[in-house]
């Protein structure tokens, strides 16, 4: 099975990165992260109560989404830079919680594997929930001040405005809520290679996991 999963926290690297491995290997990528955050989107631009659980669990599973190299569509409409607004990533932070909505996320994620010539999973839960049975599971871990730094960067150069201070506080949170929820909470697969990206470049953690890719089809 051609299946790579790439976890780790908020702003750890993960979409850039499997983008990239996904590229240099020719096949498919899943950015789970983006599910929820479209999740987020649906709930806010279509006057969905984000407290109504079964609300929100419903209203997903009629949208049409449609990943197209680093471009998302959702009933048609480009929204890559909307689903990156911090808004959007504390709504997609808060509903993630909700047993619901991860089932009915949870097969439209499994689906994706096939048809494909391979898949880069990219998410929380990718290596311990959705795809258990992957070959190789990748857990990035950066430090957060780090993330945060990353995070304020990419805004910045979208011209987005951005305040340092605020995304750091809710990277913490954000850690927080998403390593002790009661559903898939973040952590590492007992299997996982673990790559702290905190000192490394960008393509020197896509070669590292290029590398024990290579390692694992031996």
């Keep these: 099975m051609n299946l790579i999963t790439i976890d780790g926290p908020s702003a750890s690297g993960k979409g850039t990165i499997s983008a990239l491995v996904a590229k240099k ?27 109504d659980e079964g609300a929100v669990a419903a209203v997903v599973s009629d949208l049409d989404i449609q990943f197209k ?28 919680t909700y047993p619901t909505l991860r089932q009915a ?35 990035l871990v950066a430090d957060v001040n780090e993330r945060a730094n990353r995070r304020y ?11 340092f201070d605020e995304i750091l506080v809710d990277l913490k949170r954000r850690d927080e809520q998403d390593m002790n929820r009661a559903v898939a909470p973040l952590k590492p697969a007992e299997d996982a290679v673990v790559i ?15 590398g024990a890719w290579a390692d694992c089809i031996k």
């Design 25 to 51: 290997l020719g096949w498919a990528i899943l950015d789970s992260g983006a599910l929820y955050r479209i999740s987020a989107y649906a709930v806010q631009t279509k006057g969905i109560n984000p407290e």
């Design 69 to 96: 190299t680093s471009e998302v569509f959702v009933d048609g409409v480009e929204v890559s830079d909307i689903l990156r607004l911090e808004s959007t990533g504390k709504m997609a932070s808060k509903i993630a």
């Design 105 to 139: 996320l949870l097969d439209r994620q499994r689906n994706f594997i096939h048809g494909v010539a391979g898949l880069v999973a990219d998410g929380r839960d990718m290596g311990t929930v959705v795809f258990p049975q992957a070959p190789l599971k990748i857990f």
């Design 153 to 163: 960067k990419q805004l910045v150069d979208k011209g987005i405005e951005a305040n």
């Design 196 to 210: 702290d990206s905190s000192y490394m470049g960008i393509q020197e953690v896509v070669e590292a996991i290029l």
